[in-house]
Every structure is written in C-alpha cells, then in structure tokens.
C-alpha cells in the first residue's frame, strides 16, 4: 500500500510534501500512526483515506489560508488531526477540570495553544478577522471539549463498510468497476462527514449523477450502477443511525439495443471458424472459446473470470465434460451445470489460457475481442456476446426441448428451475454420472444437433 511504512509493531502513512511547499508548512514530510501490525484491512485502508486526506488539506492550507475556501467537513478534519497529533479523542476533555482549570484552559495546554488563542482574543478584541488557522483550532479546542456523540464517519469510509460487508475483491474487474462509479460518485459530492442533515446534498448527487450519465450509456446500465451505490448510502445510514431515505432518481428510459440471435449458416460458420488455421492469430482462440461457451451454455465473461479450475469435469479421453459454475453470480438462478457438446477438443486444449487472459483483461477489451471474434467468423458487424446467449434460447425454443432443462444449464429463472445446491456441492468430478447431467447434456445436444454434427 502507498506511503504505508512499519516500524515495530506499529504501521504509519508517511508521505513528503512537495518541496515549494516545505518551508511554508514547516516540515519536509507528514507521518500519522495509522495501526498496529495485523489490523483488520478494512480498518487500516479506513485510517490511510484519512492520512491522506489530512495530507491533501495540508497543502491545500499551505497555498490557500482563505476561510471561506474551505468546506465545514474540511474545517473537522484538520482540526481532528490537531487532536489526533496531540494523542487526544474527540470529548476527551468535556466537563473536566485540571488543578483548577476549566476544560477549555485544559484544552489549551493539552493542543499547545494558549499562544494561540491569545492571538485569537486579540484579533477578536480588535475587530479584525481570523485566519484559517485560527478557526481549525478553536474547531479543535470545541471538539475535545464538546460531549462525545456518535462516530464520526465520511462517505468513503461508508463505502469501505460496503465493500467489507459485501466481501468484494477489488483487486478483479468487477470490484475495480464498482471503485470507478464510487469515485465518480464522490466526484459529484466530496468526501464529507456523514451527519442526518446531507440527506438532501446525497438525493441530488444521485440525480446529478443520472443525467451526467444519461446519454453516455443505457438507462439500464445507469439503474444498475446506481444500485450499487445507494446500497451503500443505505447500508452507511443503518449501520450509523442517519435516517437517511432516498427516492429513486429520474432516469430518461432509452430503448433497448437489439441482440439478434446467429442463423443457423451463421452458427455453422463459427464452428468451422473454430476448427481452422485463422483461429490461432491475434487472440481469436481466446475469443473463440468464450463465443462456444457463451452459445451451449450462455456462460459471461464475468463468469469465465471467476471460474475455478477444479470445477471443470473431464470424460475419459481428457477432454471437457461439463463445467460447474457456483461462485459469485449474478442470481442465485445463475449457479448451474454447462455440459459441453460443442468443440470439446478446441475448449479443451485453450480454456484454462482463455480464462487467464480474461483475468489479466479489462471488460472492453472482453466485449472487443468477442466482437471481433464473430465478424472473422462469420462476417458480421452487428453481433454480440449476448447474442450467442439469445441464440441459445432461440435454438431451445425451435427445437421444443425442455424449457427446465435451458433454465438449469443457462441460468435463468423465469421457470424457477435451478441447480440444487446439494448438486453444486458435488463438485464437477462428483456430478459426471448424475442423471441430471446427462439429461441435460441429452436436451443441449438435441438443440444443437445440426451443430454436433459438424463438431463430430
């Protein structure tokens, strides 16, 4: 983690200020204790936002001593590091007295400031108005004297709430997402103190952050990013007793793209694209393995990303029999068995190189290289990933086989059929005689028989 250094036992942000700025602030480098060795991640990345923060206002300061520059938010946290440098707790002090001092001649002595606020009394004595540094410090005086209330917490430690309680891995493609929209989100609202009152400033980030969308992407795609993070506002406003309620804001429906499923020739095209030289140039295999698993078993990207090895199955002469997929899933509906029928040997001999390279990639590059992969095979430029899925359901229907069966091996859940998960908790070895399986591999193999055909 940047600027995270350990001495000891003990974890500090330490971070040198920009030279211009070092005479000006006083000292070359700003260092916080953030922990111990073997705190919680959660915690620590808490502590760090906080450092940095503290950091980022201390040079702001150093450049700009206007007051009315600084937002209140920003005012509490310079004044808590005031605190927090001094080894105190916000209410520390409050109705305590100290060998005849009140509380405030406590806190005087304690922040090193009774300079201080004789520089303030004669500025207020003489009508002239304070600087910047003098309303940090009576904002610190009047918090380590004020009665304690609850927890103070910002925005973007809600969002760390969030991430640990949903057990998100931000180091993959979905979690580095969901950190972009937050950080748009904060974009629009600044990382400020949580408190009743910013219930109306968060209503109209989250319209602002609609209609800035809006236009951009599919109304669709704005409903589903926003989810995310009025989650988060709401889990934020429980957890701390906000009362926080939000409305959903108004979003300008857009009509939805058409995803067309292949034709048949068109089918036919990518399995003989499949088993051909071209197949093997420019990253085309990694396509084309995920275009044969999006179309048998209507199988995402996101889904080859999160696959664990030991859930794919392999028959008798080593080649692919059926994948579990039971991680993290859209739906629980999506939890399912994907017999393979179609190119086992092509899916068999790339798969475990395809899903690396889907790890180690961005989306648009994922959404790119299908894409790509189709219009090579069959010449198209109107084709998706999404309709290989729609193609699956298509074939289905044309061929009058079980609509319980395409809901176990797609995921969906419109039948309300689905995979048990005493069945997913076989494994995939455990599953390769399951009648269940090769009833579903039966009815996949029937939908697709003018394909199999070709794969034979």
């Given at each position: 983690?940047?600027?995270?250094?350990?001495?000891?036992?003990?974890?500090?942000?330490?971070?040198?200020?920009?030279?211009?700025?070092?005479?000006?602030?006083?000292?070359?480098?700003?260092?916080?204790?953030?922990?111990?060795?073997g705190?919680?991640e959660?915690?620590?990345?808490?502590?760090?936002?906080?450092?940095?923060?503290?950091?980022?206002?201390?040079?702001?300061?150093?450049?700009?001593?206007?007051?009315?520059?600084?937002?209140?938010?920003?005012?509490?946290?310079?004044?808590?590091a005031?605190?927090?440098?001094?080894?105190?707790?916000?209410?520390?002090?409050?109705?305590?007295?100290?060998?005849?001092?009140?509380?405030?001649?406590?806190?005087?002595?304690?922040?090193?400031?009774?300079?201080?606020?004789?520089?303030?009394?004669?500025?207020?004595?003489?009508?002239e108005?304070?600087?910047?540094?003098?309303?940090?410090?009576?904002?610190?005086?009047?918090?380590?004297?004020?009665?304690r209330?609850?927890?103070?917490?910002?925005?973007?430690?809600?969002?760390?709430?969030?991430?640990?309680?949903?057990?998100?891995?931000?180091?993959?493609?979905?979690?580095?997402?969901?950190?972009?929209?937050?950080?748009?989100?904060?974009?629009?609202?600044?990382d400020?103190?949580?408190?009743?009152?910013?219930?109306?400033?968060?209503?109209?980030?989250?319209?602002?952050?609609?209609d800035?969308?809006?236009?951009?992407?599919?109304?669709?795609?704005?409903?589903?990013?926003?989810?995310?993070?009025?989650?988060?506002?709401?889990?934020g406003?429980?957890?701390?007793?906000?009362?926080?309620?939000?409305?959903?804001?108004?979003?300008?429906?857009?009509?939805?793209?058409?995803?067309?499923?292949?034709?048949?020739?068109?089918?036919?095209?990518?399995?003989?694209?499949?088993?051909?030289?071209?197949?093997?140039?420019?990253?085309?295999?990694?396509?084309?393995?995920?275009?044969?698993?999006?179309?048998?078993?209507?199988?995402?990207?996101?889904?080859?990303?999160?696959?664990?090895?030991?859930?794919?199955?392999?028959?008798?002469?080593?080649?692919?029999?059926?994948?579990?997929?039971?991680?993290?899933?859209?739906?629980?509906?999506?939890?399912?068995?994907?017999?393979?029928?179609?190119?086992?040997?092509?899916?068999?001999?790339?798969?475990?190189?395809?899903?690396?390279?889907?790890?180690?990639?961005?989306?648009?590059?994922?959404?790119?290289?299908?894409?790509?992969?189709?219009?090579t095979?069959?010449?198209?430029?109107?084709?998706?990933?999404?309709?290989?899925?729609?193609?699956?359901?298509?074939?289905?229907?044309?061929?009058?086989?079980?609509?319980?069966?395409?809901?176990?091996?797609?995921?969906?859940?419109?039948?309300?059929?689905?995979?048990?998960?005493?069945?997913?908790?076989?494994?995939?070895?455990?599953?390769?005689?399951?009648?269940?399986l090769?009833?579903?591999?039966?009815?996949?193999?029937?939908?697709?028989?003018?394909?199999?055909?070709?794969?034979?």
């Open positions: 983690m940047k600027y995270l250094k350990k001495r000891n036992n003990s974890l500090y942000y330490e971070r040198y200020y920009p030279t211009s700025l070092r005479n000006v602030i006083g000292k070359g480098s700003l260092t916080v204790r953030v922990g111990s060795v705190m919680a959660t915690e620590l990345k808490r502590k760090m936002l906080d450092a940095d923060e503290q950091y980022s206002l201390q040079c702001r300061t150093a450049v700009n001593t206007d007051v009315n520059a600084y937002a209140e938010a920003e005012i509490d946290s310079m004044a808590l005031i605190i927090e440098q001094a080894r105190l707790r916000v209410g520390e002090l409050h109705n305590q007295e100290f060998g005849g001092l009140n509380s405030l001649e406590a806190a005087d002595i304690a922040l090193n400031g009774v300079a201080t606020i004789e520089e303030i009394q004669d500025l207020t004595r003489s009508g108005a304070l600087e910047l540094k003098h309303k940090i410090y009576l904002r610190a005086r009047n918090l380590l004297t004020q009665k209330q609850q927890r103070r917490v910002t925005l973007n430690q809600l969002w760390l709430d969030y991430i640990q309680h949903k057990g998100l891995d931000m180091t993959q493609p979905v979690g580095k997402k969901l950190q972009k929209r937050w950080d748009v989100f904060i974009g629009i609202t600044g400020q103190l949580c408190t009743p009152d910013l219930n109306q400033d968060l209503s109209f980030a989250l319209q602002d952050y609609a800035q969308r809006s236009g951009a992407v599919q109304s669709s795609t704005i409903e589903r990013e926003l989810s995310t993070i009025m989650s988060t506002l709401k889990l406003s429980r957890r701390h007793t906000l009362g926080w309620h939000f409305t959903k804001p108004v979003i300008k429906k857009t009509p939805k793209n058409h995803r067309r499923p292949l034709t048949i020739p068109e089918q036919c095209q990518l399995i003989e694209f499949c088993r051909g030289d071209l197949v093997t140039k420019n990253k085309l295999k990694y396509g084309a393995v995920m275009c044969l698993l999006y179309l048998q078993c209507g199988m995402m990207p996101s889904e080859l990303q999160r696959l664990d090895r030991k859930n794919v199955a392999f028959n008798s002469d080593g080649l692919v029999s059926h994948i579990v997929i039971d991680g993290q899933t859209k739906t629980n509906a999506r939890k399912r068995i994907c017999p393979i029928v179609l190119e086992n040997a092509f899916i068999s001999a790339h798969l475990f190189e395809t899903m690396e390279y889907f790890k180690s990639t961005k989306d648009s590059a994922h959404s790119a290289l299908i894409q790509r992969t189709l219009k095979a069959t010449g198209a430029n109107d084709l998706s990933g999404h309709c290989l899925r729609h193609t699956l359901r298509a074939a289905w229907h044309v061929a009058g086989a079980s609509l319980i069966s395409l809901a176990m091996i797609a995921g969906w859940s419109s039948t309300g059929a689905h995979v048990s998960q005493q069945m997913l908790s076989y494994g995939a070895e455990g599953l390769s005689n399951a009648e269940t090769q009833r579903l591999r039966s009815d996949l193999a029937q939908v697709f028989g003018h394909l199999t055909q070709l794969s034979a």
